[in-house]
């Protein structure tokens, strides 16, 4: 199996900072692209942060200039440091990446997600 797990995530105001980390195990052989997505409420799911093995970034316009992905091969995990928080940016968060296991090819996989709360 391969398991994500995100931690970091609670209540914070508005204009304040959250620290979202996630930790991969299981059978991981290499991790290719990393992600964070978002699910606000009554909202679409949006694909926020996505960062190469080769450590390229890119981010939604709604983050842009806030919000950081990183990642930390030899520890598998992944974070996103997010600023400036908005009310919007209220939603549960989920880490996503692409996993090459040992025994299989390159797939996809998910967290459960955490909730991140931003109160005016």
């Known amino acids: 199996q391969v398991q994500l797990v995100e931690s970091g995530g609670g209540v914070v105001q508005s204009g304040g900072s959250l620290l979202l980390s996630c930790t991969y195990s299981?059978?991981?052989?290499?991790?290719?692209?990393m992600r964070w997505d978002r699910q606000g409420p009554g909202k679409l799911r949006e694909s926020l942060a996505n960062?190469?093995?080769?450590?390229?970034?890119t981010y939604a316009d709604s983050v842009k200039g806030r919000f950081t992905i990183s990642r930390d091969n030899s520890r598998k995990m992944q974070f996103l440091q997010m600023n400036s928080l908005k009310s919007e940016d209220s939603g549960v968060y989920v880490c996503?990446?692409?996993?090459?296991?040992?025994?299989?090819?390159?797939?996809?996989?998910w967290g459960r997600g955490i909730q991140v709360t931003v109160s005016s």
């Open positions: 996503g990446a692409n996993v090459d296991r040992f025994i299989s090819g390159p797939s996809d996989y």
């Open positions: 960062i190469t093995a080769d450590l390229r970034t």
């Open positions: 299981g059978d991981i052989f290499q991790i290719y692209d």
